[in-house]
T-cell receptor, first 115, second 111 residues
Framework: NAGVTQTPKFQVLKTGQSMTLQCAQD?????MYWYRQDPGMGLRLIYY???????DKGEVPNGYNVSRLNKREFSLRLESAAPSQTSVYFC??????????????FGAGTRLSVL | EDKVVQSPLSLVVHEGDTVTLNCSYE??????LLWYKQEKKAPTFLFML????IEKKSGRLSSILDKKELFSILNITATQTGDSAVYLC???????????FGQGTILTVHP
């Protein structure tokens, strides 16, 4: 029962470095999402993909890019990391097309520190 | 701008106490409200509420939605130390399920 798998679990970057966070789901979901979670601010949506081949900005997209590689995979890229991007990143997925099944299921998260 | 506000932000109780967590929202095109429990890692789904007045129950946890007054409550009775977690409220406001989250309520249950 893999569900939503994120890699890596932890990462430390220096300011200006780039990296890609990977996310894959095996539930045949149409929609996928990237969030960041900071203390006292809940989960904030960075980017989402309502269906394969589409991506859209969320609440806090600046400094990030995404790729919906196929139906299973949705990656998040930091081109030039900044200390303000230190956070815990969560990937999620949902059916996206049927209201009753629009529950989002989350990966275990990536803890990113930018020095 | 869509907004979801949870209260209290943190709560400390002893085992056996009953707690009520609050979630109010202001969103366009409301579809559903969800509650999640987050321990050390990923948020895990608890309830999805779509209609007013229908209580959802799962063991000691229950939740109800008031679409007229735009709020939901999550009740936990006879709390246990394993209930210690962050409880997140979120609202679906589009047809394909994009969520807007509240800040979360940190619940600590002492033995």
């Amino acid at each position: 029962n893999a569900g939503v798998t994120q890699t890596p679990k932890f990462q430390v970057l220096k300011t200006g470095q780039s990296m890609t966070l990977q996310c894959a789901q095996d539930m045949n979901h149409n929609s996928m999402y990237w969030y960041r979670q900071d203390p006292g601010m809940g989960l904030r949506l960075i980017y989402y993909s309502a269906s394969e081949g589409t991506t859209d900005k969320g609440e806090v997209p600046n400094g990030y890019n995404v790729s919906r590689l196929n139906k299973r995979e949705f990656s998040l890229r930091l081109e030039s990391a900044a200390p303000s991007q230190t956070s815990v990143y969560f990937c999620a997925s949902s059916h996206g097309s049927i209201l009753a099944k629009n529950i989002q299921y989350f990966g275990a998260g990536t803890r990113l520190s930018v020095l | 701008e869509d907004k979801v506000v949870q209260s209290p932000l943190s709560l400390v109780v002893h085992e056996g106490d009953t707690v009520t967590l609050n979630c109010s929202y202001e969103v366009t095109n409301f579809r559903s409200l969800l509650w999640y429990k987050q321990e050390k890692k990923a948020p895990t789904f608890l309830f999805m509420l779509t209609s007013s007045g229908i209580e959802k129950k799962s063991g000691r946890l229950s939740s109800i939605l008031d679409k007229k007054e735009l709020f939901s409550i999550l009740n936990i009775t006879a709390t246990q130390t394993g209930d210690s977690a962050v409880y997140l409220c979120a609202v679906i406001n589009t047809s394909y399920g994009k969520l807007t989250f509240g800040q979360g309520t940190i619940l600590t249950v002492h033995p």
